[in-house]
């Protein structure tokens, strides 16, 4: 009876870690929308950027707005304690139809660090050492793709958004020309490149290469 006791307080703790977190889009936080008509809303904001769509609320009312109602957004997030920027750009990899996507600006340059991101359940075994037996118990967890920007030399086209493959290979080819520096600097800070922060330090050192160039010249 003890060990039965035992093991359904142990499930219950499980099961409360693991539908117990809160993660940046299931909470409403202060912000402002530039609207497409040029507009400004400035209130609480709540986002979803695997479904493509910000709600705004003002008083009882909810209204939900779509990349192409607006220009990007602004949110200070109450969990991560930071200010974070959202712009609107099309993208798709795939085809010349390229529809309107929410990312964060992560770094904005000559060459631009964009995300989006997106909330899974994973599914965990984990075992009862009173009972000997194996149960399963879910977690989320928050996924990031990451993407780089840059000006386009094809006509008629503002700007090329590649996604990042998390290679090294393909991070020094975006780089061009410094490339070597970029290596480099990889190599001295043990950058992990593949990560959030570290791909923030990266691009942010790419672009004060060329903004010492350009002050130099």
């Known amino acids: 009876m ?35 008509t040029g507009d400004t809303l400035t209130g609480q904001l709540k986002y979803d950027l695997s479904e493509n769509i910000l709600q705004f609320k003002f008083g ?28 609107v750009f099309g993208y798709n990899p795939y085809s010349s139809y390229k529809p309107l996507l929410f990312f964060e600006v992560l770094v904005r340059g000559k060459l631009s660090l964009l995300s989006r991101e997106s909330v899974y359940v994973e599914t965990l075994p984990q075992f009862d050492y009173f009972t000997n037996t194996t ?7 928050v996924d990031y793709s990451f993407f780089f920007m840059k000006a386009s030399k094809k006509k ?24 070597e520096e970029i290596k480099e600097y990889i190599k001295e800070n043990k950058v992990a490149y593949g ?17 010492k160039d350009k002050d130099n010249g």
């Open 156 to 179: 008629g086209q503002e700007w090329d958004i590649i996604q990042y493959n998390e290679k090294k290979k393909q991070l020094v080819q975006v780089m061009g020309s410094k490339d």
């Open 2 to 36: 003890v060990k039965k006791t035992l093991s359904l307080i142990l499930f219950g703790l499980i099961a409360h870690f693991s539908f117990s977190q809160e993660f940046s889009q299931d909470v409403w936080h202060e912000g402002k929308v530039i609207l497409r």
């Open 195 to 211: 990560s959030r922060d570290g791909l923030i330090l990266v691009v942010r050192y790419f672009n004060s290469l060329y903004k």
């Open 135 to 141: 149960f399963y118990s879910t977690r989320r967890m």
């Open 60 to 87: 009882n009312r909810i209204v939900t707005l779509t990349p192409k109602k607006t220009h990007g957004f602004t949110i200070n997030d109450k969990l991560l304690g930071k200010e974070r920027v959202f712009a």
